[in-house]
Nanobody
Framework: QVQLVESGGGLVQPGGSLRLSCAAS????????IGWFRQAPGKEREGVSC????????YYTDSMKGRFTISRDKTKNTVYLQMDSLKPEDTAVYYC?????????????WGQGTLVTVSS
């Protein structure tokens, strides 16, 4: 069992930035692809971004390209999602998840989520 903890959510004005973190307390994330997902009120969960196990490949949903950046710090066993130029429609609970198979496989473990609210 891998415990994932997201942090960094909060209230931000449109056009602002937030950086989300996903950390694992007792397991190394080195052997996993890490994905970020989000679920807005009344909507289905959607993929946001993913970073491969090797960190060589990153994926973004089209609406996030150019605004969001995923990265990994192996020394801190943490994956980040830098979110810039935030829009009200980015309001959602953001979840990180890990996959031993890779970004194109199913996710094995999920965090509890962190709420991002974009509002003036």
């Amino acid at each position: 069992q891998v415990q994932l903890v997201e942090s960094g959510g909060g209230l931000v004005q449109p056009g602002g930035s937030l950086r989300l973190s996903c950390a694992a307390s007792e397991s190394s994330l080195d052997y996993y692809a890490i994905g970020w997902f989000r679920q807005a009120p009344g909507k289905e969960r959607e993929g946001v971004s993913c970073i491969s196990k090797s960190d060589r490949t990153t994926y973004y949903t089209d609406s996030m390209k150019g605004r969001f950046t995923i990265s990994r710090d192996k020394t801190k066993n943490t994956v980040y999602l830098q979110m810039d130029s935030l829009k009200p429609e980015d309001t959602a609970v953001y979840y990180c998840a890990i996959s031993a198979y890779g970004c194109l496989g199913g996710m094995d473990y999920w965090g509890q989520g962190t709420l991002v609210t974009v509002s003036s």
